[in-house]
């Protein structure tokens, strides 16, 4: 069992920065590839970034939408997954959630554990 809880969300203004954190309970944190999922009002749920159980910056995959922007990192120390989000803009704004899979994939239903979500509005 895995509980996720996602911190860091707010409003920015286009262009800016923020750093989503994601904080793992359990054990087996570091056995587990982390994503990062989002969803905009009246769209699906998407795949935006995720990153290998034990967090090799060789294993990281994006969207292609975020691309060059925004870094996924972790800490399996502190049981905790990061999003750093560069060069924001307003089709970023979104609830972003974080997700735990026992296999690496973009498709959301690989997922067994998610967070509640956070809130990240950009204004333009």
């Known amino acids: 069992q895995v509980q996720l809880v996602e911190s860091g969300g707010g409003l920015v203004q286009a262009g800016g920065s923020l750093r989503l954190s994601c904080a793992a309970s359990?054990?087996?944190?570091?056995?587990?590839?982390m994503g990062w999922f989002r969803q905009a009002p009246g769209k699906e749920r998407e795949f935006v970034a995720r990153?290998?159980?034990?967090?090799?910056?060789?294993?990281?995959y994006y969207t292609d939408s975020v691309k060059g922007r925004f870094t996924i990192s972790r800490d399996n120390a502190r049981n905790t997954v990061y999003l750093q989000m560069n060069s924001l803009k307003p089709e970023d704004t979104a609830v972003y959630y974080c997700?735990?899979?026992?296999?690496?994939?973009?498709?959301?239903?690989?997922?067994?554990?998610w967070g509640q979500g956070t809130q990240v509005t950009v204004s333009s």
């Open positions: 997700a735990a899979a026992q296999r690496g994939s973009d498709y959301a239903g690989a997922y067994k554990y």
């Open positions: 359990g054990r087996t944190f570091n056995s587990y590839t």
């Open positions: 990153i290998r159980s034990d967090g090799s910056v060789y294993y990281t």
